[in-house]
């Protein structure tokens, strides 16, 4: 059993939904990302995505996409990300996942990035750009490395492609709520609890509904037929009022709070 399991597992018998929180690394700096990513694990996040930042992040909105930069601009790579989550480890077990892209993952190396990032401490990856045909260098060393693969669904996913990634992944079903890219949206479609209900019956990992996530209500509403919401776009804007300044993790803690409480 994988961690990200014993967390479904966790949130499962006390009957809550879970919240998964992503926040790019090295936003604004390594230092005070990691005040972050402690701030959110403390407020209750069951689940972190760390993310690395790419020149050219193709799924994500204007928000994160001017947090990569902001990270990059800081210095931010791979590795950086591995040392981030090594020191986070070094104070907490909150499950993390690397969530990236491609290109940036090929270049370090399948298995030694997967091998470095077992010692670190990460306990998935979630590659938005690999689709699982393709991932045949990637997924065996990912598997070798006892890490789990999170596998992605969007709405125009056929259900004959939602099954096939439910067996190649591990962890749980990332599901897209929206067609687009990642953003703060005020509501989500009204075609998405029909959705999510369709794929969570067909599936035998734990769903998890993202992309627009930004209030408390919006969570509890993602996950009446999922078992979790995702939210990033939300809390990286938090990152972006605050900068290092000392009131972001607070602030970012006080809106963690708000989402876990919604989902109990």
Same mark, same amino acid.
């Given at each position: 059993?994988?961690?990200?399991?014993?967390? !479904?597992?966790?949130?499962?018998?006390?009957?809550? *939904?879970?919240?998964?929180?992503? @926040?790019?690394?090295?936003?604004?700096?390594?230092?005070?990302?990691?005040?972050?990513?402690?701030?959110?694990?403390?407020?209750?996040?069951? +689940?972190? %995505?760390?993310?690395? &930042?790419?020149?050219?992040?193709?799924?994500?909105?204007?928000? +994160?996409?001017?947090?990569?930069?902001?990270? @990059?601009?800081?210095?931010?790579?791979?590795?950086? /990300?591995?040392?981030?989550?090594?020191?986070?480890?070094?104070?907490?077990?909150?499950?993390? #996942?690397?969530?990236?892209?491609?290109?940036? !993952?090929?270049?370090?190396?399948?298995?030694?990035?997967? %091998?470095?990032?077992?010692?670190?401490?990460?306990?998935?990856?979630? #590659?938005?750009?690999?689709?699982?045909? %393709?991932?045949?260098?990637?997924?065996?060393?990912?598997?070798?490395?006892?890490?789990?693969?999170?596998?992605?669904?969007?709405?125009?996913?056929?259900?004959?492609?939602?099954?096939?990634?439910?067996?190649?992944?591990?962890?749980? @079903?990332?599901?897209?709520?929206?067609?687009?890219?990642?953003?703060?949206?005020?509501?989500?479609?009204?075609?998405?609890?029909?959705?999510?209900?369709?794929?969570?019956?067909?599936?035998?990992?734990?769903?998890?509904?993202?992309?627009? +996530?930004?209030?408390?209500?919006?969570?509890?509403?993602?996950?009446?037929?999922?078992?979790? /919401? #995702?939210?990033?776009?939300?809390?990286?804007? +938090?990152? %972006?009022?605050?900068?290092?300044? &000392?009131?972001?993790?607070?602030? @970012?803690? *006080? !809106?963690?709070?708000?989402?876990?409480? /919604?989902?109990?």
């Amino acid at each position: 059993m994988t961690a990200i399991d014993a967390a !479904f597992r966790r949130l499962r018998a006390s009957g809550e *939904r879970g919240l998964v929180v992503y @926040l790019t690394a090295g936003d604004p700096t390594a230092a005070a990302s990691l005040r972050y990513l402690r701030a959110a694990a403390d407020a209750g996040a069951d +689940i972190i %995505e760390v993310g690395v &930042p790419f020149s050219d992040p193709t799924a994500d909105g204007p928000t +994160i996409e001017v947090a990569s930069r902001r990270a @990059l601009s800081s210095g931010m790579n791979v590795a950086g /990300a591995l040392e981030l989550v090594r020191r986070f480890r070094g104070t907490h077990a909150t499950p993390v #996942v690397l969530f990236g892209y491609c290109n940036p !993952f090929y270049r370090y190396g399948w298995p030694s990035l997967c %091998e470095d990032a077992r010692e670190a401490g990460v306990d998935g990856f979630l #590659v938005v750009d690999l689709p699982f045909e %393709e991932s045949g260098e990637a997924l065996p060393a990912i598997r070798k490395a006892g890490l789990d693969w999170i596998p992605l669904a969007a709405p125009t996913s056929g259900m004959a492609r939602v099954r096939a990634v439910d067996r190649a992944g591990s962890g749980f @079903l990332y599901l897209i709520s929206v067609t687009g890219v990642t953003g703060v949206r005020k509501t989500l479609p009204p075609s998405v609890a029909a959705w999510t209900r369709k794929v969570a019956k067909a599936t035998r990992l734990p769903v998890a509904v993202g992309f627009g +996530i930004s209030s408390p209500a919006m969570a509890a509403a993602a996950t009446r037929h999922a078992d979790a /919401a #995702v939210v990033g776009s939300a809390c990286v804007k +938090i990152v %972006e009022r605050n900068g290092r300044g &000392p009131r972001g993790p607070a602030e @970012l803690s *006080r !809106f963690v709070r708000s989402l876990k409480k /919604a989902l109990r």
